[in-house]
């Protein structure tokens, strides 16, 4: 599938039904959760919540946080899910509707696009994908199929973040020209890490899946593999794609012309490969996006007490957790707005959606936008060139930036569509 093709199918096809047994308000939507040590843990107990919502499975290749997982739902629900290793037995159940995918970030696009394949429905985490290849693999293969999937970008589906974009595109502080987003953290050293035989209870092989195959590390799981460029994204594709989703969204913007990226990896001197200190900036054509990354050391006084930032000719509107603030060109004060975050609001989206073709606050091709920006700020910091993006086209001029746009995979776990 050429890019041209991809775009032509792709935004002809935005609206389609959904497709659920019972098709009504009050039919029970069953779901499996893919991948539960930390995130989908968090989301199978959410959605077990929800009304007439059934969490019927869980899968992790890890049998550790599976079983642990299994009990947390139990007691949420009542009954206990069954618990599968491997996720491919999860697609030929017919009872399942959805697929709830919170695995590290090489598995999000493959196993989405699987999932679409075999008529089920998707709800997946951040970022979509790893690379851009996959982002578009995965748009495709839900147009093609049809089917549900909501990017796990939750605060589109927050009551007030949904009021202050209102406001903003609809002109409260005049034509928008930048926008600012920014995250601090204080994350230890993942250190140094060795050969280890693999934990009991891993399937190492299926958990490296499409990335290519390398010897278990006692430093790359649970959570380090974000920092390897197999399978993470880095702080990013992690955490930046939630800011950046609201900017672009304010923005009205649907991709970046242009991309920078300054920064390194600062402080520690350990096996991390993604920058610790990021400074990416975009240019849309029409304004600009820069995103600010300290992950060595928390937000301190002087730092912006605000996540985001939009700052047009009659003013700005700060975004802060689930609220806003509007200011005149003076910095004085003169709206603002609260409301609940969570995961619940955007959940019961994606099951609304599920039902009956209510609209997703979250739409997998507005993922895919937000994540290809990451994936271009990636890259931009990568090859340490500024990189030149035409939608018809792709990534223009540089010869290694164009290689990162897709991927080398292990032989057979490409992802393809059956």
Known sequence: ?????????????????????????????????????????????????????????????????????????????????????????????????????????????????????????????????????????LVAAARKHQRVVQHGTQRRSWPAIQEAIAKLRGGAIGRVLSAQAFYFNNRPSIGHGKAAPVPTGLDWALWQGPAPERIFHDNFVPYHWHWFWDWGTGELGNNGVHMIDLCRWGLGADHAQRTTSAGRKSRDDDDQETPDTNVVSFDTGAATITWECRSWAARVPHDPAHDVAFFGENGSLLISGGGYTIHDPAGKETARGTGPGGNDSHLQNFIDAIRGGKKLNAEIEEGHKSTLLCHLGNIAWRTGQTIDFVPQSGIVGDERAKKLWRREYRPGWEPREA
Request: charged share 25%; hydrophobic share 45%.
């Open 1 to 137: 599938m050429n890019r041209r093709h991809f775009l032509r199918t792709t935004a002809a096809a935005v609206a389609f039904p959904a497709i659920v047994r019972g098709g009504d308000a009050s039919s029970k939507v069953s779901i499996a959760v893919v991948g539960v040590n930390g995130r989908g843990s968090e989301l199978a107990v959410a959605f077990a919540g929800l009304p007439n919502v059934a969490v019927a499975a869980l899968c992790d290749v890890d049998e550790r946080p599976l079983a642990k997982a299994i009990d947390v739902v139990m007691r949420k629900a009542g009954n206990a899910p069954r618990g599968e290793r491997d996720f491919r037995r999860l697609l030929d159940d017919k009872n399942i509707d959805a697929v709830v995918i919170a695995t590290p970030d090489h598995w999000h696009a493959p196993a989405a696009i699987l999932a679409c394949a075999a008529g089920k429905h998707a709800y997946l985490e951040k970022p979509c994908s790893h690379n851009p290849q996959e982002g578009e693999w």
